[in-house]
């Protein structure tokens, strides 16, 4: 009797446990926060881990997710434009793809070293929104075309720029099998960079003023000198 | 001779300057440095059920997917009441070597859209949003088998397709969130067939913003 018990009460465990939750795929950052300032001649460099709480091996895409890239242009309080800066004349991410073994944490962890080297020339992206009037004439030679299109175009860095967002770890593939929900993990980002102060490039520009009104003058007083 | 003069003026002067910084440097005999290594992770890690996917199954069938016939109706996901003592298989853990307390959110990259059948493949959808006809719906709690057995309200349905909608505003090192996930069709008239889309869940610290859901 005493024996039926004890292998009713091993079987009953047994089977409690069958469907007890198994683990799946995970991922993690050495950080959850990273603020970064400086200026234009600065260079810094920090190195953030990909973590991998699971028994897998697991394949993450890094990238960075901004917030506030985006600015709209307005006009007459109508939206005709957006101008979005190129994050990576700022700051960049040297992997944008890894492989994670199992169970990495702290040096067994692969590294992404996040590089700040503001750059004096920074690249943007217009997008201009046509009005669908003219899009319905774009449309008859392309007939893809939506309702904008973006130009590439650079500037110098004037001023002060702050930037926000998130460095994204998103696990797109495992050891594990098919995934059916993919997990990622969010670091924030907070960066500010300053550039060439608006009144040294008033300056700048003052100074390239009056070396062309200088040069031109000489070039005259010459020209009336050999005239005579 | 001026030049002898001045050789000799340059010299003393270099020596006074060696001697001058020998002096100072020796009043810093104890330099050391400081420095401190700081590790504040974010990690998570989902439970095997939830890692495969979330597969809906009728209103009475546990663990195994079935085509669903009522369409006017929740029906359960596999893995909701899969786990021991009828307790849900779909969690969330914050790793135990978290520093700071996360949130969660999940994000449903599209509507279900039609992989194959009858249905209108790419076209024809069951849509994750709630309507007065239905919707995709979940629960939490902090233990498997918490006892919630529907959608609370109309707030714990996909607010929309590409949205981070968060469902566990405060997790602790070491917690898990658990979930049960429910479906009923809408539109009641979807053609027969399969459906699919692709699910994402994302952690930050508690007071970051999630971000943009982008599949």
Redesign the interface.
């Known amino acids: 009797m005493k024996k039926a018990l004890v292998l009713c009460l091993l079987l009953f465990l047994l089977f409690s446990s069958a469907n007890a939750q198994t683990q799946g795929v995970g991922i993690g950052i050495s950080t959850y926060s990273l603020n970064i300032s400086g200026s234009i001649l600065d260079y810094y460099v920090t190195t953030v881990r990909i973590l991998n709480p699971s028994d897998y091996e697991i394949s993450a895409k890094i990238y960075f997710e901004c917030k506030d890239c985006t600015r709209e242009v307005r006009l007459f309080g109508k939206k005709i434009a957006e101008t979005t800066i190129d994050y990576k004349s700022i700051f960049t991410l040297d992997k944008d793809d890894l492989k994670i073994p199992p169970r990495a944490y702290g040096e067994e962890a692969p590294p992404v070293k996040v590089t700040f080297s503001p750059k004096f020339i920074t690249k943007n992206y217009l997008r201009v929104y046509t009005p669908e009037a003219i899009n319905f004439f774009i449309r008859i030679i392309n007939k893809k075309y939506e309702n904008s299109f973006v130009i590439p175009y650079y500037s110098l860095f004037i001023g002060e720029r702050r930037i926000q967002g998130l460095i994204v770890a998103s696990v797109y593939a495992s050891s594990f099998g098919s995934l059916g929900v993919t997990p990622s993990v969010g670091t924030n980002v907070e960066v500010n960079a300053k550039g060439m102060p608006l009144s040294s490039f008033l300056i700048l520009l003052c100074l390239l003023a009056l070396i062309i009104v200088y040069i031109v003058k000489r070039i005259k007083s010459r020209g009336k000198k050999k005239s005579r | 001779m001026d030049e002898k003069y001045l050789l000799l003026a340059i010299s003393s002067l270099f020596f006074i300057l060696i001697a001058v910084t020998t002096i100072s440097l020796g009043q810093q005999e104890y330099r050391s440095i400081m420095n401190a290594s700081?590790?504040?992770?974010?990690?998570?890690?989902?439970?095997?059920?939830?890692?495969?996917?979330?597969?809906f199954t009728n209103t009475t069938t546990i663990?195994v997917q079935y085509p669903i016939t009522n369409m006017l109706v929740l029906n359960n996901a596999t893995g909701n009441y899969?786990?021991?003592?009828y307790g849900t298989?779909y969690?969330?853990?914050a790793?135990s070597?978290?520093t700071?307390n996360i949130k969660v959110a999940h994000c449903a990259c599209e509507n279900l859209k039609c992989s194959s059948g009858d249905c209108a493949i790419g076209v024809d959808q069951l849509y994750v949003s709630y309507e007065a006809d239905g919707g995709v719906g979940w629960a939490n709690g902090t233990t498997?088998t918490f006892n919630i057995h529907a959608p609370p309200d109309t707030s714990y349905y996909f607010p929309d397709t590409d949205v981070y909608q968060i469902i566990a505003g405060n997790v602790s090192p070491g917690d898990s969130v658990f979930m049960r996930y429910w479906i009923d069709p809408r539109p009641n008239n979807a053609p027969s067939g399969v459906y699919n889309t692709?699910?994402?869940?994302?952690?930050?610290?508690i007071a970051?913003?999630?971000?943009?859901c982008?599949c």
């Open positions: 700081i590790q504040q992770p974010i990690c998570i890690q989902l439970s095997g059920n939830y890692s495969e996917g979330v597969f663990g899969y786990g021991p003592s298989t969690s969330i853990q790793c070597g978290n700071i498997a692709t699910f994402n869940i994302r952690a930050v610290e970051q913003n999630i971000g943009t982008s």
